[in-house]
């Protein structure tokens, strides 16, 4: 019997930071301290008030405090911790953290969708074999996001052997992605929630033969409600999201966007058999509006997948919320109370292949996992993984003059930043993973239950995750997989626009 196969090695990128602190906050700290001093050269030569250089010490010690200090519970800085709460009130304020939609709207709105899913709108189109798919359009920025229904095969039947072709294959095809120039980033979407008490005993009434025995009818009849409640409704979907303006030669029109994206798409998607799942098709825009539907409101998932089995389809104006609001901790919206978590850290140990089974497997409440990946471009990962291996052996030479012993998580920090240049330099992918995970119920006093229900099972999956304090509206879109990504979210601003 052969060993069973492990797998590890990331690691959080961290640039030429010092100690445990990032590039931005070993800035800020060199910052505040050359302030003091550059004041008190000034005051030194033009002979100014001594007042001056306290203003400077203050300003320092204010900032750097902000910076270094981590917030116990939001897991980044005083001074982080600080901007969302100030961002958090001024969306209150405003009224922007709450939604209303229907015949009579209480404020104007540009969109159909709440919050940063506004810009969005689905586009329909053909493949190169006439087969209709849809398409999210990004109205702000030009992006475009497909997405494919995939059937997972499962590893419990599988062995070893198979089990690790498949997780090459899917390497193989990560790496794929730093090669098209058009994909910004991928997710991974895995939806479960509990079949309602008619939802499988409708779906076996629909299926009975009339010209079955009546003894054959009886029995598949008595299993179903046997079995009312205890079958979970699950859906895997990978999410593409392209920006077809970075193909050469540029696109000049609508029609040559569409079509850039759908000759990358059909290449990408060719691929994933390999990465042990069945294809299950591209997503519709009726599939995409149906998904938004029935993760604003929980409660009509049984009456939806009903309408989706009649090919009744539904208008974009009805996939978002009549009513949603978001609060600091958790975000309502109609008949859903959900919470949203960050991944904030990822195993610091070597893992199987199953490590995520615990977060991803169906339970009492209805769970939303979402892993993303940016990929590097690959002219460009290997000095991505270069810098990161210098920054590496800069802090160790920074340890060495200051006489600071290495510590064993420093040894192993320096050895995984080897090891992702060497896996890049024999044609290894880079790129960025994340993770927001989303847990909804249809009662509020079942919400505690649920989030404790997922952060065990994180830290069963070995997983770090971070609550989204402030902005769990944006935790709750990005957990969709419909080509929100926070990370991009974060660097728009007014000089963007």
Not at 120 to 132: I, Q
């Amino acid at each position: 019997m052969g060993d069973t196969r492990t797998y590890g090695g990331w690691r959080l990128r961290r640039g030429f930071g010092l100690g445990k602190l990032s590039e931005a906050q070993t800035a800020v700290l060199a910052g505040c301290v050359l302030l003091p001093l550059v004041s008190w050269i000034v005051i030194a030569t033009a002979g100014l008030s001594l007042l001056i250089m306290g203003v400077a010490l203050a300003i320092s010690l204010v900032i750097g405090v902000l910076a270094v200090v981590p917030h116990r519970s939001r897991g980044v800085s005083l001074g982080g911790s600080l901007i969302i709460s100030i961002r958090s009130a001024t969306a209150n304020r405003k009224g922007w953290s709450e939604w209303e939609s229907g015949v009579f709207t209480t404020h104007p709105r540009r969109g159909e969708l709440p919050g940063v899913l506004a810009p969005l709108m689905p586009l329909s189109t053909k493949d190169g074999l006439g087969n209709p798919f849809g398409l999210l359009w990004d109205r702000r920025t030009g992006r475009l996001t497909a997405s494919l229904r995939v059937a997972p095969v499962g590893t419990v039947l599988a062995d070893q052997d198979r089990t690790d072709l498949w997780i090459g294959s899917f390497a193989a095809w990560q790496a794929s992605l730093g090669y098209e120039p058009t994909v910004e980033w991928a997710a991974i979407t895995v939806e479960s929630a509990p079949s309602t008490g008619t939802e499988l005993a409708d779906y076996v009434n629909d299926r009975l033969d009339p010209a079955a025995p009546a003894i054959a009818r009886e029995t598949m009849t008595e299993v179903a409600d046997a079995h009312r409640g205890s079958t979970a409704d699950i859906s895997v979907r990978v999410s593409l999201t392209f920006q077809p303006q970075r193909a050469r030669p540029q696109p000049r029109d609508d029609a040559e966007r569409v079509a850039e994206v759908s000759r990358a798409l059909a290449g990408l998607e060719g691929d994933l058999p390999l990465c042990g799942v069945a294809m299950l098709g591209r997503a519709t825009a009726a599939d995409i509006t149906h998904w938004l539907r029935s993760a604003y409101d929980p409660h009509s998932r049984g009456e939806l997948g009903r309408l989706a089995e009649q090919k009744h389809l539904l208008a974009w104006a009805e996939a978002g919320p009549v009513k949603a609001h978001a609060l600091p901790d958790h975000y309502w919206h109609d008949s859903g109370w959900s919470c949203t978590w960050a991944m904030a850290g990822l195993p610091n140990q070597l893992v199987t292949s199953n490590v995520l089974a615990p977060l991803v497997t169906p339970g009492r409440y209805h769970r939303r996992v979402s892993i993303t990946y940016q990929p590097y471009p690959a002219d460009q990962a290997g000095d991505v993984v270069a810098r990161e291996a210098t920054g590496s052996a800069f802090r160790r030479e920074v340890r060495r003059r200051r006489g600071i012993d290495e510590t064993a998580r420093d040894r192993a920090d320096e050895v995984r930043a080897r090891q992702a240049a060497e896996e890049e330099a024999r044609g290894a992918g880079v790129g960025l993973w994340g993770m927001y995970v989303t847990t909804t119920v249809e009662d509020p006093r079942d919400l505690p239950d649920a989030i404790a229900d997922v952060e065990s099972r994180a830290r069963n999956a070995k997983l770090q995750l971070r609550r989204c304090w402030g902005w769990q509206h944006a935790g709750f879109a990005a957990s969709l997989g419909v080509g929100i990504y926070p990370p991009e979210l974060a660097r728009r601003g007014r000089m963007t626009r």
